[in-house]
């Protein structure tokens, strides 16, 4: 019976984490209205809460390593929509700015991701998708993005 039991349990979450994730990811960048792709917005999103950040802190919040960082910010500068500039205490380090169209492009991501949002949580009382997000997070606890990482308490988003 146990067993029987815990079959019935058995949500296949891996699986509908992973094809969500992947059909969101698609759904979004085929929207004819976005400029940006997503992981470009999520930079736009950091920008506009912290203009200016060190390319490692924005790499991090977007959980993003140096080589996968520095591309984004290639191509989001090549879209002018960032500007890197060398910071002004640390000759090595680079922090990123919202050009005038970044913000412009900001706000237009703004209101999509408030659409895209709500969809996600229509049908959802607000008690269900705190869970839905606690579990999430959580999963950032648990499987940290290297082995010498810490669990953590802070959480950035990316989104509003």
């Known amino acids: 019976m146990r067993n029987k039991e815990a079959a019935a349990r058995h949500h296949r ?3 509908l984490l992973s094809v969500a994730q992947r059909r969101l990811q698609r759904w979004m960048a085929a929207r004819p209205e976005n400029e940006v792709t997503p992981v470009q917005a999520g930079l736009l999103f950091i920008l506009g809460k912290q203009d200016g950040i060190l390319m490692g802190e924005a790499g991090a919040a977007l959980d993003l390593g140096p080589a996968g960082i520095s591309g984004l910010v290639d191509r989001t500068a090549a879209a002018k929509l960032v500007e890197r500039r060398a910071d002004s205490e640390d000759g090595r380090a680079w922090r990123v700015w919202l050009t005038p169209k970044g913000r412009t492009v900001l706000a237009q991501a703004k209101a999509g991701a408030a659409e895209i949002n709500a969809a996600l949580t229509e049908g959802f009382t607000s008690a269900e998708i705190d869970i839905v997000a ?5 999963i950032q606890d648990k499987f940290p993005r290297s082995s010498n990482e810490q ?3 802070e959480h ?3 989104e509003p």
């Open 134 to 138: 606690r579990w999430l997070t959580s």
């Open 13 to 15: 979450l891996i699986y």
């Open 151 to 153: 669990p953590s308490d």
């Open 156 to 158: 950035q988003g990316a």
